[in-house]
């Protein structure tokens, strides 16, 4: 089990300053209005949106995340919670973002808590990772075309699975960007 308290407090992510490139690229498909960030961990992507004006809301389950988070995207509303047990209703949301967290049981959760029309952006690593650093779990990464799969009835507005390098880090990831029709 991960100790996410401990990766913050021991600077594991202290790089990560700028939103995602992802995000950068796509937020302006996204309506005005609500957007929840699933796993928020520094706040740095809802911070980025909120700057821009939308409303949001991001939950993390890290308190040391959490406090991060707080000084970096103080116009953010922030939940402590586990993303496994979503606290937003459903039609709620006009974006949902998830970077780098995978949970399964949650993606009909994530489908429902968009409005019509809303967009999800959603990055996160293929089961390729293995093969190029250390070994993670395999409940958290997906297989190839896994992404996509579950949001087949969404516009497609962006999706690639991709080798990238990026601070000298090599990442087999899957990205998607979508409109909930």
Known sequence: MTDWDKRYRDGFYDGAKEPHELLKGFWQAIPRGRV???AMGNGR???FLAGKGF??????KSTEAIKIAGQAASNVSIIYGDAGLL?????SAEGVLVFYFLLRSIMGDIINILKKGG???????LGRQNDIDRRRNPDFLLDDGELI???RKFEN???EETITTSEGKRRAIARFVGRKR
Do not use: M, R
């Open 119 to 125: 967009v999800l952006v959603y990055e996160t690593f």
């Open 149 to 151: 799969s579950y949001f």
């Open 45 to 47: 992507d809802a911070a």
């Open 55 to 60: 409303d949001v809301y991001g939950i993390e």
């Open 87 to 91: 606290p937003f209703k459903n039609n």
């Open 36 to 38: 929840i960030d699933i």
């Open 157 to 159: 507005l962006f999706y």
